[in-house]
DNA sequence: TGCCAGGCAAGCC
DNA sequence: GGCTTGCATGGC
C-alpha cells in the first residue's frame, strides 16, 4: 500500500489529537494506529514516538497527498513546543494539563463538517456523537473507499441535508438536534457555502466569524467557539462546556463562564483554544481514572 | 437504574 | 439582561 513517513515529529500523540473530542470520525485500532476519513481521503496513521521526535506513518496516502493535504490537517507546521512554553511561562497552573496532553494537536477540519457536528454534540456524550455522525454519513453521504476492510463515506454535502425533513432522519437518531441540523443546512445553502468558508480567512477576525455562525440555528456560544477553534483557525477562541467549568472550577476556583472566558483572555492570550485542549484533555482524562479506579479518594468517601 | 453529556432556545422576571 | 426549563437519546 501507498505510504508515507515521516521523520523527526516532536508534540504529538494520536490519542491525544483524536480523543480530545475535536473530531469524531477517527477510531483507534488495536494496534494503536488510528483510521479515519476527512473530505474524501481515508487514512491510517500510526506514530512510533522516540526522544529525537518520533516518525509519523501515513497509509494509503501519497506524498502528494501528505504535502497537498495532511501535513496542514495535522497542523505539522506549527510549533507546540514553542506555545507550550509561552502557556507555561503564563500561568503556573496550567503545567500540570500541558503534561497530561503533551501531544496534542488542533487538526484543521473542514468548516461545513465541523458546523454540523457540533450542533450534534450539544448535550450529547462523545461516543454517541460519533454514531450519529457515521449514521448520518452511511445514510447520505457518499461512498468514499474502503480502507481495511471498512468501507468509508464522505460527509452529506449542504444541498443534501438541505432537502430533508425531520422524518427523514429519525434513523440517525439525533433527537431534537434533527431541527437545527436541517435548519442551519438550509440557511449555508441559501447563503453559499463560500460565505462559511470565508470566515476561516486570517483577515477576518474572531468576533465577526463567532457573529456569523452564531446565526446558525443550534449554536449558541459553545459551539461557536468549537467551530472556530477547530475549523477556522481562531486560536484565541475557548469553548466552555461543563468539563471545562469542572477544571476551571479545580484549579482557579472560577464559576460562571463570564468569569472563565474573561480569565482565559486575560491568561493565556492568542493561544488560549489550545490551553483549552490541554485542559479538556487534562479533566477528561482524570475523570476516566477516577471512574476505573474505585479506591481513589473521592470515591471512598461516597 | 438513574444520571448526565463538548448546550441551545424560549419563556420568565 | 440574567435565570430557569424543556429537550431526545443512550453510554456509563
Not at 450529547?124 to 449514521?135: Q, S
Not at 437518531?173 to 431541527?179: D, E, M, S, T, V
Request: aromatic letters at 12%; glycine letters at 10%; hydrophobic letters at 35%.
Amino acid at each position: 500500500m501507498r505510504q508515507v513517513s515521516i521523520e523527526g515529529i516532536r508534540d504529538f500523540d494520536l490519542d491525544h489529537i483524536f480523543d480530545c473530542g475535536q473530531a469524531f470520525r477517527w477510531n483507534r485500532r488495536p494496534d494503536g494506529s488510528y483510521a479515519g476519513i476527512a473530505g474524501r481521503r481515508i487514512a491510517n496513521l500510526r506514530f512510533d514516538p522516540c526522544q529525537q521526535g518520533g516518525r509519523l506513518i501515513l497509509s494509503n496516502v501519497t506524498d502528494e497527498d501528505f504535502n497537498g493535504f495532511w501535513k496542514d490537517y495535522l497542523d505539522l507546521g506549527r510549533d507546540y513546543g514553542a506555545i507550550k512554553k509561552e502557556l507555561a511561562a503564563k500561568d503556573p497552573v496550567i503545567g500540570r494539563a500541558i503534561g497530561a496532553g503533551q501531544g496534542i494537536r488542533l487538526l484543521r477540519q473542514d468548516k461545513w463538517e465541523t458546523l454540523i457536528s457540533f450542533i450534534l454534540s450539544q448535550n450529547n456524550h462523545i461516543p454517541r456523537i460519533k454514531k450519529c455522525i457515521e449514521a448520518l454519513c452511511c445514510q447520505f453521504g457518499e461512498k468514499a473507499g474502503q480502507l481495511d476492510g471498512e468501507v468509508y463515506y464522505t460527509f452529506p454535502a449542504p444541498e443534501t441535508l438541505a432537502c430533508l425533513e425531520p422524518e427523514d432522519l429519525v434513523e440517525c437518531r439525533l433527537g431534537y438536534r434533527a431541527k437545527y441540523l436541517i435548519g442551519t443546512a438550509r440557511k449555508v445553502a441559501a447563503d453559499g457555502l463560500e460565505r462559511l468558508e470565508t470566515m476561516g480567512a486570517p483577515d477576518v477576525s474572531a468576533a465577526e466569524a463567532f457573529e456569523y455562525v452564531t446565526s446558525f440555528p443550534g449554536v449558541g456560544p459553545k459551539v461557536a467557539n468549537c467551530i472556530l477553534l477547530f475549523s477556522m483557525g481562531k486560536y484565541d477562541c475557548f469553548p466552555v462546556d461543563v468539563w471545562m467549568k469542572k477544571v476551571m472550577n479545580d484549579l482557579y476556583g472560577l464559576e460562571s463562564v463570564k468569569e472563565i472566558s474573561d480569565f482565559a483572555g486575560r491568561t493565556y492570550g492568542s493561544y488560549g483554544g489550545i490551553a483549552q485542549q490541554y485542559l479538556f484533555y487534562y479533566v477528561r482524562q482524570i475523570s476516566r481514572r477516577q471512574s476505573a479506579d474505585p479506591l481513589t479518594l473521592e470515591n471512598r468517601r461516597k
